[in-house]
């Protein structure tokens, strides 16, 4: 029986991971979760593996620095020997557990590889790119991320490269209908007609001045209509502390099944977060991203997505578009949402 050893830690990984080890369990293999604790709230962390149907982490590591992050892992990894090591995304979490499976000559495999911002001052793109360079199996989402591969000479590296679209994708449509019989959110924050809006990233939620203009442009638009805006913790006591109170709606984070449903319900996204630009898509939304440049080139190529960063001139003027503009989300991007089964069998055909 093949052992891989999945690593994880942020919510986005959660998700996927869910898609695979239901893949996995089918098809008879040993799966262990090793959960970094990068993310540790409790309504950020353990609702998703509640929400997920996911086996409890056989390691919950609570570490939250990347050095500290590859050395635990690393010997988790001597302890257990897998066949493999799977990581997810661009998390610091993914780039511990690429560092640590490849340092101990564990092939690594990277689900959604091949994404570029071209951002180097991003801590995820640098994530990206060094977990890209230094595993064996790239399962890439779109066609995009394998000509970014194939532009930096990947081809004529000792990697295999696949794409059989978007775990996401399969978990949006999975979860769907779990969400609409599951979750009372929109009872509970009492609005029907919203924006949905996240903001979680570093470079938006460490500089007093972007994160001020952004708040500005959300207070704005929320004058037109209710902004709901699932805020982390740490960005309510950075608010706290500039005293730059929000006058839209702010809730607790919510689970997967809630954002779901946030997102069907709304009438736009407004994001920093790579997963939520995509999320938006798949629910046929059109999305406000909070960012100077995206790795989901696709949609804003197409239209389905805008690049306003922090500028709340930016901001106003794409809501304005986005209020009347209609769209045909059916384009095929992401693939059919059989992603994790195709993934999961040429895993293991490839071990």
């Given at each position: 029986?093949?052992?891989?050893?999945?690593?994880?830690?942020?919510?986005p990984?959660?998700?996927?991971?869910?898609?695979?080890?239901?893949?996995?369990?089918?098809?008879?293999?040993?799966?262990?979760?090793?959960?970094?604790?990068?993310?540790?709230?409790?309504n950020m962390?353990?609702?998703?593996?509640?929400?997920?149907?996911?086996?409890?982490?056989?390691?919950?590591?609570d570490?939250?620095?990347?050095?500290?992050?590859?050395?635990?892992?690393?010997?988790?990894?001597?302890?257990?020997?897998?066949?493999?090591?799977?990581?997810?995304?661009?998390?610091?979490s993914?780039?511990a557990?690429?560092?640590?499976?490849?340092?101990?000559?564990?092939?690594?495999?990277?689900?959604e590889?091949?994404?570029?911002?071209?951002?180097?001052?991003?801590?995820?793109?640098?994530?990206?790119?060094?977990?890209?360079?230094?595993?064996?199996?790239?399962?890439?989402?779109?066609?995009?991320?394998?000509?970014?591969?194939e532009?930096?000479?990947?081809?004529?590296?000792?990697?295999?490269?696949?794409?059989?679209?978007?775990?996401m994708?399969?978990?949006?449509?999975?979860y769907?209908?779990?969400?609409?019989?599951?979750?009372?959110?929109?009872r509970?924050?009492?609005?029907?007609k919203?924006?949905?809006?996240?903001?979680h990233?570093?470079?938006?939620?460490?500089?007093?001045?972007?994160?001020?203009?952004?708040?500005?442009?959300?207070?704005?638009?929320?004058?037109?209509?209710?902004?709901?805006?699932?805020?982390?913790?740490?960005?309510?006591?950075?608010?706290?502390?500039?005293?730059?109170?929000?006058?839209?709606?702010?809730?607790?984070?919510?689970?997967?099944?809630?954002?779901?449903?946030?997102?069907?319900?709304?009438?736009?996204?407004?994001?920093?977060?790579?997963?939520?630009?995509?999320?938006?898509?798949?629910?046929?939304?059109?999305?406000?991203?909070?960012?100077e440049?995206?790795?989901?080139?696709?949609l804003?190529?197409?239209?389905?997505?805008?690049?306003?960063?922090?500028?709340k001139?930016?901001?106003?003027?794409?809501?304005?578009?986005?209020?009347?503009?209609?769209?045909?989300?059916?384009?095929?991007?992401?693939?059919?949402?059989?992603?994790?089964?195709m993934?999961?069998?040429?895993i293991?055909?490839?071990?």
């Amino acid at each position: 029986m093949k052992k891989i050893v999945t690593v994880v830690g942020a919510r986005p990984q959660f998700i996927k991971a869910a898609m695979l080890s239901r893949q996995f369990k089918l098809l008879g293999v040993n799966e262990l979760i090793i959960h970094t604790g990068q993310h540790f709230e409790t309504n950020m962390s353990d609702i998703f593996f509640e929400e997920m149907e996911i086996p409890k982490p056989a390691y919950h590591l609570d570490i939250h620095s990347l050095p500290h992050g590859a050395m635990t892992v690393e010997k988790v990894l001597q302890f257990e020997k897998p066949d493999a090591v799977l990581v997810y995304g661009d998390t610091n979490s993914t780039l511990a557990g690429a560092l640590a499976g490849a340092k101990l000559n564990i092939p690594v495999i990277h689900v959604e590889a091949g994404l570029r911002s071209y951002n180097m001052s991003a801590p995820e793109e640098i994530n990206r790119v060094l977990t890209d360079r230094i595993s064996k199996i790239l399962f890439c989402p779109t066609t995009t991320a394998v000509d970014n591969l194939e532009k930096e000479g990947f081809n004529e590296l000792p990697v295999r490269i696949f794409n059989y679209g978007d775990v996401m994708k399969d978990a949006a449509l999975y979860y769907a209908e779990k969400a609409q019989l599951k979750s009372d959110i929109l009872r509970r924050i009492g609005v029907k007609k919203f924006i949905l809006a996240t903001i979680h990233r570093q470079e938006n939620t460490d500089s007093p001045e972007i994160l001020r203009n952004i708040i500005a442009g959300l207070n704005e638009i929320h004058k037109q209509i209710p902004v709901v805006v699932p805020l982390h913790p740490r960005t309510r006591q950075i608010l706290a502390q500039q005293y730059s109170l929000p006058n839209f709606i702010t809730i607790d984070p919510v689970g997967y099944l809630d954002m779901i449903m946030l997102m069907k319900k709304s009438e736009l996204v407004i994001t920093d977060s790579g997963g939520v630009q995509k999320e938006a898509f798949f629910f046929g939304k059109h999305c406000i991203i909070l960012r100077e440049q995206t790795e989901w080139t696709e949609l804003v190529e197409n239209g389905f997505s805008t690049l306003v960063g922090s500028n709340k001139e930016k901001m106003k003027e794409a809501f304005a578009v986005f209020s009347t503009k209609t769209s045909d989300f059916s384009v095929d991007s992401f693939g059919n949402g059989c992603a994790s089964a195709m993934i999961a069998k040429e895993i293991i055909n490839n071990l």
